[in-house]
């Protein structure tokens, strides 16, 4: 059996459904992985951007009802039932939304943050640090300070990463993973592509994870060349 199965996920630090993915894609990782024992393969995980509102100002003046109002040409009596929907289910996956609190802006930055942070061999630390400090926290994660004041809280070093992002040092990296994400037919994130072969599409229960990883690994080392694409309509509905 192999002995590494590879998770290539697309998301957006501003998507809530990736964040509740995140969890609901740990939680499948873990029962794949008590299920099959010992012999489990490594789940090997690396992210890649996607941009829900790439035109979105860096510090937007407004709430996000606002912000999704316009975006979405919602009502806001319509943007706030949605919200509190998102936020129960986030709830039941043990993630606190604030949206009071929320500081809405553009990713770029945090994308190459991510970019960076993975060359360094923290990516996960910072993903999850970045999701939290965006939902959870209320902190911003579109500016160059805050966003090295977040870096070195995983552990890089905060001169650096106010250097190479000033430098736009990642943005090509940022821009390879948008168009490899064109190329896939990704439309919405979270987006989870499982050794090249097998797509995910959305934050789906977290059995239907481990079902996949289980097909994967049982899969792998045949030549059979099968594409299996789960999809769900949550995605990028706040």
């Not at 070195?152 to 250097?163: F, H, K, N, P, S």
């Not at 992002?165 to 948008?178: F, G, I, K, S």
Request: aromatic share 8%; net charge negative.
């Amino acid at each position: 059996m192999t002995e590494t199965i590879k998770v290539d996920i697309w998301s957006d630090i501003a998507c809530p459904w990736c964040y509740i993915g995140k969890r609901k894609f740990e939680s499948g990782a873990a029962s794949f992985g008590a299920a099959t024992g010992d012999g489990a393969p490594d789940v090997v995980i690396e992210y890649h951007s996607y941009e829900l509102s790439p035109d979105t100002p860096v510090d937007f003046d407004g709430s996000e009802i606002d912000f999704l109002a316009k975006h979405k040409g919602m009502p806001a009596d319509q943007v706030q039932g949605m919200l509190d929907r998102v936020t129960g289910i986030a709830a039941d996956v043990g993630l606190n939304y604030d949206y009071d609190a929320l500081q809405h802006t553009n990713t770029v930055k945090a994308h190459q943050l991510l970019h960076y942070a993975k060359a360094h061999g923290v990516q996960l630390e910072a993903v999850e640090r970045l999701l939290k400090a965006y939902f959870v926290e209320g902190r911003h994660v579109g500016r160059i300070e805050d966003l090295a004041d977040l870096g070195a809280e995983v552990g890089l070093d905060r001169d650096d990463i106010v250097r190479s992002l000033t430098a736009d040092e990642h943005l090509a990296a940022v821009r390879a993973d948008q168009a490899l994400a064109g190329e896939y037919g990704i439309n919405g994130v979270p987006f989870f592509v499982i050794n090249g072969k097998y797509g995910v599409s959305g934050a789906q229960d977290p059995e239907t994870f481990a079902d996949v990883l289980r097909q994967v690994w049982a899969e792998e080392t045949t030549d059979v060349d099968t594409t299996t694409t789960t999809s769900t309509t949550e995605e990028q509905t706040a």
